[in-house]
């Protein structure tokens, strides 16, 4: 009987232990699963709108809300995270080869950090707003630059100079922080030159987009 008992808990233990692994897995493909792919063409804004239609809803309301054009705000995301819900910034290495820290907090599609997120959330009233979201990331952007442009005078439409005041903060701009950033500047003018490109692109599907018949072509 004790033979028995003990044969029957060793079962039971097993086949708890295998329970709780194909749990984690189950968590952890859902968890997978939740999280929005990144378009598959992310130089076009036409083919980026064409494959996520949501996308350009919220960008528009973000516009509408902020006054920031469109493709200013999506060229910016684009820069930070490529699109990538879950993104943070690469690790540094230690010794030139052991994985260390972080260089920052920054995480979602806008790389917004923990303090500045909840500083939005905040002064927004959007007490739920996840920085993995698409719609809560680009209307942080809006917000953002509104800011920009309300505190430092910086226009909604100068995409250089928003991005500048984007990673180095208000103070940061008016202070000039950037100039001594080469690779900061020359990382603006990309952004500013994407930007330019994407507003014209936008002029040629908006319409389509807008009236929600879009066919895309070259």
């Known amino acids: 009987m004790g033979r028995l008992s003990r044969i029957h808990h060793t079962s039971l233990s097993g086949w708890g232990q295998a329970a709780a692994r194909g749990l984690v897995m189950l968590t952890l493909l859902l968890s997978a699963a939740c999280t929005t792919a990144p378009p598959e063409n992310v130089e076009n804004i036409c083919a980026i709108f064409e494959e996520k239609r949501g996308w350009y809803k919220s960008a528009k309301k973000s516009e509408k809300r902020w006054g920031t054009p469109v493709h200013v705000q999506m060229s910016i995301i684009r820069q930070e995270s490529t699109f990538q819900a879950d993104a943070r910034p690469p690790r540094g290495e230690l010794l030139g080869f052991i994985p260390w820290k972080r260089p920052s907090k920054a995480y979602g599609y806008a790389q917004a950090l923990d303090g500045t997120w909840d500083w939005y959330r905040d002064d927004t ?18 917000w953002y630059t509104n800011l920009s442009n309300k505190s430092v005078g910086i226009s909604k439409w100068d995409p250089y100079n928003q991005y500048l005041a984007y990673h180095e903060g208000q103070g940061g701009w008016r202070k000039g922080s950037y100039k001594q950033k080469r690779w900061l500047t ?31 072509g070259g």
């Open 125 to 142: 009233g959007r007490r739920f707003a996840d920085r993995d979201d698409f719609e809560d990331a680009i209307d942080f952007v809006g």
């Open 186 to 216: 020359d990382t603006a003018r990309k952004v500013d030159h994407r930007a330019r490109a994407w507003g014209a692109q936008l002029k040629g599907c908006e319409d389509d987009l807008d009236t929600g018949w879009w066919i895309f």
